[in-house]
């Protein structure tokens, strides 16, 4: 089992940046895929970015470039570096777990709010 916090949401300006990160308990974080999605109101869930147990992140075409991923195993954290902030990254934010060794279990957090707005 494993249990995910987020922290680090809130109201930003267009161009500003924010720092999300997710606090992962339970065993064996390191063999967790961890992942970041997102919610707007009215549209579906959508990945944002992506982080395997080998450290290679991957990104959604549209935050390329403006968003980074990371993930510390020693400490069972990931975090999204969030810059260059436009409106329509406003969403609430999911981080994820995701195990696919052995068998597969999945784990979400309970989101926090960015928004973006002048």
């Known amino acids: 089992q494993v249990q995910l916090v987020e922290s680090g949401g809130g109201l930003v300006q267009p161009g500003g940046s924010l720092r999300l990160s997710c606090a992962a308990s339970g065993s064996a974080f390191n063999i967790y895929t961890m992942g970041w999605f997102r919610q707007a109101p009215g549209k579906q869930r959508e990945l944002v970015a992506r982080i395997s147990t080998g450290d290679s992140p991957n990104y959604a075409d549209s935050v390329k470039g403006r968003f980074t991923i990371s993930r510390d195993n020693a400490k069972n954290t990931v975090t999204l570096q969030m810059s260059s902030l436009k409106p329509e990254d406003t969403a609430v934010y999911y981080c994820?777990?995701?195990?696919?060794?052995?068998?597969?279990?999945?784990?979400w957090g309970q989101g926090t709010q960015v928004t973006v707005s002048a």
């Open positions: 994820n777990a995701l195990r696919t060794w052995l068998y597969r279990s999945e784990y």
